[in-house]
């Protein structure tokens, strides 16, 4: 193909599967044929399904071609592909590890549903002893497809170096066999001084089920999105069960969207007063235990020079990094810095992704401002698609006192954990 007939990225099912299915020297660009295999998520066809096999029994003669595997082994478990477990099994003896490891996440998404099929299971099994090969995600997929026979293959992991791989084992024993006496072990790398362990920590105790974790998974130094994640899910997971209730989760929730630093349990500390300049430097880092600790620190120590340093280096820098910018905005709210209103409102109205968490924290921050003329802003959101926006919106029109129409919670669109807080509120009210 000399040129590219359609938008590479909004591609139908037939565009897609005829990129699939096109030998790459014919492409201008070979990375179009993995553009595709992503595509195809979008349609969960018997054509999709096919196309994506297909991908799977082409020989594989340069990175970019072994890259499309890989990215079609996945989509079929997004898809949920029965027809692909033969497939898929194959790709468990395949000679690149990524597409073992797609491979595997795959078949824990699709599932064994038939006897024949437990012998990918075993397999999956053996490959535990493969030091090639990711030992947590085999852990995680054979106790979601509830294998008793992996019990004790996974029991020797328990006491692994790797807190990410022990943490594995433990939940998955639980799982499977109801040990619960390590247990407190996860709740233990909740703080542990690898974040990598903190965060696998909270999906170790979501998948245990372990709700009465919640109050400890709250205070842990991870970014907001893994806290909140695991609320989620473990609400999902028990409410409609009624193992844990909507009022058992709400100051839970409430703290979260906060996310101030005196409810987290910290890991760090400096050992003499740092400098601002250092502080604000430390907003930066990718262990947000650090941004926690920074932020607390310029609330304690820099309250009045704080705002005019942030906003210098909001202008500077942090604008396109959306760590930063998502401490930052929190901070000129708690700071209730009103020059800052109409950067915070930009902040909340922003709809790139990855500052999705920044439109949180502006909600909250224009809830700490008192400004009236954020009250029709944040009234926007209170159906929106993104839920803890929404929540976010509601708890700092709910510190602005507003009254807001009861409507809003009642409607199909309504998000089940935003609606149960709306509807708590009225009823408190009353």
Not at 137 to 148: G, N, V, Y
Not at 212 to 232: E, M, N, T
Not at 310 to 332: N, S
């Amino acid at each position: 193909m000399n040129q590219r007939p359609f938008s590479i990225f909004s591609l139908t099912e037939d565009q897609a599967i005829l990129l699939l299915e096109t030998p790459p020297e014919q492409l201008d660009d070979p990375a179009d044929r993995y553009i595709a295999a992503s595509q195809l998520v979008n349609y969960p066809s018997d054509r999709a399904i096919q196309a994506l096999i297909k991908a799977l029994t082409l020989p594989v003669e340069d990175l970019n071609s072994r890259i499309v595997r890989r990215k079609a082994v996945e989509t079929l478990g997004y898809l949920k592909a029965t027809a692909a477990l033969p497939f898929l099994q194959e790709r468990l003896q395949d000679e690149d590890p990524y597409t073992v490891q797609n491979a595997i996440w795959s078949i824990g998404e699709i599932g064994c549903p038939d006897q024949p099929e437990q012998t990918i299971i075993g397999e999956i099994i053996a490959l535990l002893s493969n030091e090639r090969q990711n030992t947590r995600l085999i852990i995680q997929t054979l106790a979601k497809l509830k294998s008793t026979a992996a019990v004790e293959p996974i029991r020797a992991f328990m006491q692994a170096d790797d807190p990410a791989i022990a943490g594995a084992a433990i939940s998955a024993l639980y799982q499977l066999a109801g040990e619960d006496t390590q247990l407190p072990r996860l709740v233990e790398f909740l703080q542990h001084d690898s974040v990598n362990a903190r965060r696998s920590s909270i999906q170790d105790l979501i998948d245990a089920r372990c709700y009465d974790a919640i109050p400890k998974i709250i205070q842990c130094p991870v970014s907001i999105a893994f806290r909140l994640r695991g609320i989620r899910l473990l609400a999902e997971a028990g409410m409609p069960t009624e193992a844990i209730t909507f009022a058992q989760l709400e100051t839970a929730l409430d703290i979260t969207i906060r996310d101030h630093p005196q409810a987290l349990a910290l890991v760090h500390e400096y050992d003499q007063p740092p400098s601002l300049d250092f502080v604000i430097h430390e907003l930066y880092e990718t262990d947000f235990s650090r941004c926690y600790l920074a932020t607390q620190t310029l609330l304690e120590l820099y309250p009045e020079v704080a705002p005019t340093a942030l906003i210098t280096e909001f202008q500077q820098k942090a604008r396109g990094d959306y760590g930063a910018h998502y401490h930052v905005i929190k901070l000129l709210g708690w700071l209730r810095y009103q020059p800052a209103y109409d950067l915070i409102l930009e902040a909340l109205h922003n709809p790139a992704p990855q500052f999705q968490k920044s439109r949180f924290a502006a909600a909250i921050a224009l809830g700490e401002l008192g400004d009236a003329r954020a009250i029709p802003e944040l009234k926007t959101y209170l159906d929106n698609p993104v839920w803890a926006l929404s929540y976010a919106c509601l708890l700092a029109l709910q510190q602005l006192n507003v009254a807001i129409d009861q409507a809003i919670f009642d409607t199909d669109t309504a998000d089940f954990l935003v609606r149960a807080k709306g509807l708590r509120r009225f009823a408190s009210s009353r």
